[in-house]
């Protein structure tokens, strides 16, 4: 009985330490977040205000658009971007990312993966680890999976560039981006968005609208200068979202695994306080029933 009640001290011993560790790591993630929370937050309507603002000079201009990112073709030759965390312990947050560009991998573009035309570029070390071995026939872009490190515009824009010139370059067809978009603590969506050719984001063909703008310099040569600007814009949006949905996503497994440690230590409690008193019992029935024996 002294063996299991032993065992029954050190497991609750183990969890108390568990529950210190996860209760750090909400107050971290916590921590984290606001400032990640914040920066995606004051993102957002600038992004929004450049893509509104590129949609009203797209519908001023006649013809053709000459820029290297707006024109589709035949998708012969794909990339895909994974945007993942680098660190775990965040619940579900990975591996919804991963198996959305896992969907989009052998579905959609199954056909250039097979010939050899697929290329996964890494940002964040889960996507990493998982999938560099699932997709080890496709082109794998690692260059980038520290990127979490520095998270200021001309860093992320190294990313956005490489992928804008592979496309320009013809290496690229279609770049499609996979990452956690940030609702709110509780709530982050895994997307996978197309970011590349511009001209289905922005839905081009169909844009109705006429802004009564006077353009200095001219439309083409502001066009030429507003697009690079808002897909790097649009692409650190995708991070920041994503960094905000980590730190999201582990603040609240970090906060379901402390409630639970905290169930648990109820749970093991009882059943140490059980133990005890049987042990209590045995002894007392043990001592009556050798007085008995020697009274009789």
């Known amino acids: 009985m002294s063996g299991k009640l032993k065992e029954v001290r050190e497991r609750i011993k183990s969890v108390a330490s568990t529950q210190q560790i996860t209760k750090a790591m ?174 289905r984001i922005l839905d081009i063909s169909v844009t109705k609208v006429k802004a009564d703008y006077i353009f200095e310099p001219s439309k083409e040569a502001l066009l030429d200068e507003l697009i690079p600007s808002i897909l790097q814009t649009s692409f650190q949006k995708f991070v920041l979202d994503n960094h905000a949905s980590e730190h999201g996503a582990r603040m609240t497994a970090m906060d379901n695994a402390t409630t639970n440690a905290e169930e648990l230590m109820k749970a093991l409690k009882i059943n140490y306080n059980k133990a005890r008193q049987e042990a209590i019992t045995k002894e007392l029935s043990e001592i009556v029933g050798g007085a008995a024996a020697l009274n009789g």
């Open 26 to 199: 909400k107050m971290v993630s916590a921590s984290k977040l606001r400032r990640a929370q914040q920066a995606i937050t004051e993102m957002r309507p600038y992004a929004n205000r450049l893509d509104k603002m590129m949609k009203n000079i797209v519908s001023n201009l006649e013809g053709d658009i000459n820029s290297p990112y707006v024109k589709s073709r035949e998708a012969k030759k794909v990339a895909i971007v994974v945007i993942t965390s680098n660190r775990g312990l965040c619940g579900a947050f990975n591996t919804n990312i991963i198996k959305a560009a896992a969907l989009k991998i052998e579905e959609e573009y199954a056909e250039q993966r097979a010939a050899g035309n697929l290329t996964l570029v890494f940002v964040g070390k889960k996507g990493f680890d998982v999938l560099k071995k699932r997709y080890a026939d496709c082109h794998l872009v690692k260059d980038y999976v520290d990127l979490f490190a520095d998270l200021s515009f001309e860093n992320v824009a190294r990313v956005s560039q490489m992928l804008m010139d592979n496309f320009a370059n013809g290496e690229f067809d279609i770049v499609e981006v996979c990452y956690g978009q940030f609702r709110n603590a509780a709530v982050q969506e895994p997307q996978a968005v197309e970011f590349l050719p511009v001209g």
